[in-house]
């Protein structure tokens, strides 16, 4: 084997080695910001998000949007305000509203926009006014067995 | 401790420079309680080329370890160059070796590295001499033993005969003053083994140097050597010249100088009568 | 195998043996890892043992990643998907590979591939007197021949292991996302968001150091205390490979637990 072929190909081994283990702190460890084309921040608060992470899909009528960029929880207001990256191509108007939706009955969370009526359109920065917060399942049960509790009530 | 006691060694070396290289002083070794040597008492002259025989298992390799410094005797003292080998350290020994050279049975030439790099090994370890004179070096020990056209090859592509050439190269790399031979002939063809036995002999009338073989093959022995030493059982029980061993009236060493097949070592392996073995007392 | 005696006798035999193995072989590591500086002097001569031991070792590393990630990937999507939540497919590809199934199998791997080369390797050298010819000539075996091959074995494992995960995260991705078509965002979400650098990722190459460590000692050892015959290089051969692999086990259960309690 010639010298410079061995050392070439240790060289490759060690840089391929270098770069497995970049690749598992970035994209499986997640050590990055990446952001895929050009994006424009919107916020939306939300009283609960439930169990919505970071890097989730914003989708609108099915279509994937966006994605969460980072989630806060407000001091003064006490509610989640969650930064979201929407791809530049999609426009909004003012009165769209977001709500945190699941896909299937235990699948993953994802924020849902819904477009209203305005002519003038979201900027970039700007906070959507009306959400909708996460269905937390305890709460639904319990509203469920209030009411039925309340249905036979009446019947008596 | 040895800054101070080395100088005066080296200067009493060149004063009275010792006749003998290797003097060995009533010297036994033993694995455990097995005792391998037993009073062994040797003596070799500088320049000379001496032939230590014995049957497998006579603790002739032994003997040579001791010499080199591999193993240590348990007692006795063991001198190689004015030094007392059994009282030397590990860098002591170190330092010694690199004055002797040794042909292993087989070569032992190193598989992964071609026959040039064989034979350069030792100057790469243990000089820092440029490249270039390391290649005249080279190529002048392997036209010493007529291989330096086969410099590209690998040990693999080498016959026993050729393996073993090299190995006398590599051996010689850095013109040692003491040469050991541990069986040089085993294995070989009978022009391969008049090439090493001639080899053996014009490299230390070349090198000035002193040589050790140990050997059971009898004639080549007896053609190179000037002095031969006979061992049996870990003791010795012969010495003299090649002319003396030929004319031995030793049964013992008669058997062996002419392969004797029954003499005084046996040819029937201890063992129950042939009568008791083939049942015909009953 | 060898017969073994069976006596009470014979078992004290065998203890007090390989007790002193062991005693032997703690000492031949220490003068192993004392005798480097030939190594770092000439790192010319751990370069072309890492050719050797790593980048021979490449091609069965990143096939077998890809494959058991593509395993995981197919296994993972049919146990999640009975539960809705195939996004997290992600996570759980990428947890099995980085924090077991990386460091574990990559070792097995490298010791039946490196390992028992390095064992046959220095046993031949052995059996031939190639290494008494190295000490004749004054040049310490350890130093030349044990310590280079050392340290290439300390520092291939931890790439190799990096490799293979990597590699098996893809093969996961490429059945989970390109094939069966689970959401990329999820899957790339979840897992960054489950994974943790320190806890996950850095956990799994201090396995991988270790068992570097534990591969190349006992392959290392066993090829210098090989008996200087056919039968004993292949014996020390086999040993090699069912030993590490053992040790290999051993040690990640051991690390596992460790590593749990901070968790």
């Known amino acids: 084997m010639q010298r410079a072929t061995l050392d070439l190909w240790v060289g490759i081994f060690v840089i391929a080695g270098i770069a497995a283990l970049l690749v598992l702190a970035l994209k499986v460890g997640g050590m990055s910001g990446i952001g895929v084309g050009d994006t424009y921040l919107l916020v939306a608060q939300f009283d609960n998000i439930g169990g919505l992470k970071t890097r989730a899909p914003v989708k609108s009528a099915g279509v994937v949007v966006g994605r969460v960029a980072s989630i806060q929880f407000d001091n003064e207001r006490f509610v989640a305000s969650v930064t979201m990256n929407i791809g530049k191509d999609y426009k909004f108007p003012k009165d769209t509203s977001a709500s945190i939706l699941t896909s299937g009955l235990l699948g993953e969370q994802y924020i849902g926009l819904e477009g209203g009526g305005d ?3 979201l900027s970039a920065g700007e906070r959507i006014k009306q959400t909708q917060s996460a269905v937390v399942l305890e709460r639904l049960i319990g509203q469920f067995l209030y009411s039925k509790a309340a249905e036979g009530g009446d019947k008596k | 401790m040895r800054s101070i006691s080395q100088p005066f060694r080296r200067t009493r070396n060149f004063a009275v420079p010792n006749k003998n290289i290797i003097e060995i002083k009533d010297v036994s070794f033993a694995y455990g309680t097995r005792p391998i040597l037993t009073g062994i008492d040797m003596a070799i002259p500088r320049g000379s080329t001496v032939a230590i025989m014995g049957i497998s298992g006579s603790g002739k390799t032994t003997l040579l ?3 080199a410094g591999v193993i240590k005797a348990t007692r006795g003292e063991v ?3 004015g030094e007392l080998v059994n009282r030397l350290d590990t860098a002591g020994i170190y330092q010694l070796r690199r004055r002797m050279g040794m042909m292993f049975q087989f070569g032992a030439l190193f598989t992964d590295l071609s026959v ?3 034979v350069a090994f030792q100057m790469r370890e243990h000089t820092d001499l440029p490249e270039a004179m390391i290649r005249d070096l080279v190529l002048m020990k392997l036209h010493a033993v007529g291989l330096r056209g086969a410099q590209k090859l690998m040990p693999s592509e080498l016959s026993g005969g050729m393996a073993r050439r090299v190995a006398l190269a590599r051996a010689i790399a850095l013109d040692p003053m003491l040469m050991l031979y541990d069986e040089p002939f085993t294995g070989l063809d009978p022009i391969a083994m008049g090439t090493i036995t001639n080899l053996i002999k014009e490299l230390n009338a070349a090198l000035g140097a002193t040589s050790i073989v140990v050997t059971h093959d009898v004639e080549e022995a007896l053609n190179v050597v000037d002095y031969v030493y006979y061992l049996a059982d870990g003791k010795m029980v012969g010495h003299g010249t090649p002319d003396e061993i030929r004319h031995t009236q030793d049964a013992l060493l008669h058997q062996f100088v002419y392969g004797e097949m029954d003499g005084p070592v046996g040819y029937q392996y201890p063992a129950r009568t042939l009568a008791q073995d083939m049942r015909l007392s009953a | 195998m060898e017969h073994r005696d069976l006596s009470v006798r014979g078992v004290g035999a065998w203890t007090v043996d390989n007790v002193l193995r062991l005693g032997y ?9 004392a005798a480097s500086g030939t190594s770092l002097a000439r790192p010319r001569l751990v370069i072309r043992e890492l050719y050797y031991t790593g980048v021979l070792s490449l091609i069965i590393i990143l096939v077998s990643g890809l494959f058991v990630g593509m395993v995981l990937g197919f296994q993972g999507y ?8 195939e996004s997290a497919l992600g996570v759980l590809v990428a947890l099995s590979l980085v924090r077991e199934l990386g460091p574990v199998v990559s070792a097995l791997l490298f010791a039946s591939r490196a390992g028992s080369a390095m064992t046959a390797e220095i046993g031949l050298m052995k ?10 000539m004054a040049v310490d075996p350890i130093a030349r021949v044990v310590a280079p091959r050392f340290w290439a074995g300390f520092i291939s494992m931890p790439l190799l292991a990096a490799m293979f995960s990597a590699m098996g995260v893809f093969g996961g991705y490429l059945v989970g996302v390109v094939l069966i078509g689970v959401d990329e965002g999820s899957f790339w979400s979840q897992m960054q968001s489950a994974v943790d650098f320190r806890n996950d990722i850095v956990n799994g190459i201090i396995k991988s150091v270790v068992f570097g460590f534990a591969v190349t000692w006992i392959a290392l050892f066993e090829g210098y205390d090989a008996p200087p015959t056919a039968e004993g290089v292949s014996g020390a051969t086999t040993r090699t490979v069912v030993t590490s692999s053992l040790a290999i086990l051993a040690l990640d259960f051991l690390l596992t637990a460790l590593m749990f309690q901070g968790v």
Do not use: K, P
């Open chain 2, 79 to 81: 001198w190689v160059d």
């Open chain 2, 65 to 67: 370890r001791l010499i």
């Open chain 3, 25 to 33: 072989a703690a000492r031949f590591i220490a003068r192993t890892i």
């Open chain 3, 78 to 85: 049919h146990t999640l998907q009975t539960y809705g939540s």
């Open chain 2, 116 to 118: 040039y790099d064989n």
């Open chain 3, 127 to 136: 059996a031939t007197e190639q290494l008494s010819a190295m000490e004749m």
């Open chain 1, 119 to 121: 002519t003038a359109n």
